[in-house]
């Protein structure tokens, strides 16, 4: 069936190094991505977005890429810092309604 | 803006006792809320869609006799787990969508509450 997977359970990266973390999507039907930070104990914190129309988004140190070819999302986290450590869960949605979590990555960062 | 509340945030409880949760999105209108658990260690899984003024969704696999949802208004859902067993245990997350999002491009961003935490014994 259609799913959703991350290539990497953990990552651990030095703190100012850049992380990468990949999502792998199945449901060639989704048309809107969205990346997600849980801390230990809390729900899970919007972090970017992306809509199918579009293969590159930048926020605040976060990049989202997205290439529909290969139904492959990612991640990119600039100059990691020790608060980025958590665990981060891409999403998949269609049909304005159905939502898909992946496994999740956790993020280690070493200062 | 877009603040969802769950209470309580964590509960403890007997096995065989009910137990209610409830979402609230505090400075929004939500027609659609939706409900989800998380083991320890593993994704959100999606129990049920709440619509508000309506009956619930449920995912397959999920006992819409055991997980009660109530949506009685556009701020407000709940989600009472009945006759709780140790297995019940888990981290109940609900998430919101904005009623007057409609014409954004977002389509289906949704808001997830801080999650409570249930532990039957």
């Known amino acids: 069936g259609e799913s959703v997977g991350l290539h990497l359970p953990t990552l651990s990266v030095q703190e100012g190094d850049n992380s990468i973390i990949n999502c792998a999507y199945s449901?060639?039907?989704?048309?809107?991505f969205i990346w997600y930070k849980q801390e230990s104990g809390k729900g899970p914190q919007f972090i970017i977005d992306?809509?199918?129309?579009?293969d590159k988004r930048q926020g605040q140190r976060v990049t989202v890429l997205l290439n529909k070819t290969v139904k492959h999302l990612s991640l990119q986290i600039a100059a990691t810092q020790p608060g980025d450590s958590a665990v981060y869960f891409c999403a998949e949605s269609w049909n304005n309604n159905d939502m898909r979590f992946g496994a999740g990555t956790r993020l280690t960062v070493k200062p | 803006g877009a603040v969802v509340s769950q209470h309580p945030s964590w509960v403890i409880c007997k096995s065989g006792t009910s137990v209610k949760i409830e979402c609230r999105s505090l400075d929004f209108q939500a027609t659609t809320m939706f409900w989800y658990r998380q083991f320890p260690k593993q994704s959100l899984m999606l129990m049920a869609t709440?619509?508000?003024?309506?009956?619930?969704?449920?995912e397959q696999g999920v006992e819409k006799d055991k997980f009660l949802i109530n949506h009685a208004s556009l701020t407000l859902s709940t989600l009472t787990v009945t006759s709780a067993h140790p297995e019940d245990s888990s981290f109940y997350i609900c998430?919101?969508?904005?009623?007057?999002?409609?014409?954004?491009?977002?389509?289906?961003?949704?808001?997830f509450g801080p999650g409570t935490r249930l532990t039957v014994l």
């Open positions: 709440s619509n508000e003024g309506s009956k619930a969704t449920y």
């Open positions: 449901n060639s039907a989704s048309d809107y």
């Open positions: 992306i809509r199918s129309n579009m």
């Open positions: 998430s919101a969508r904005d009623s007057l999002a409609g014409g954004r491009l977002s389509y289906n961003e949704q808001f």
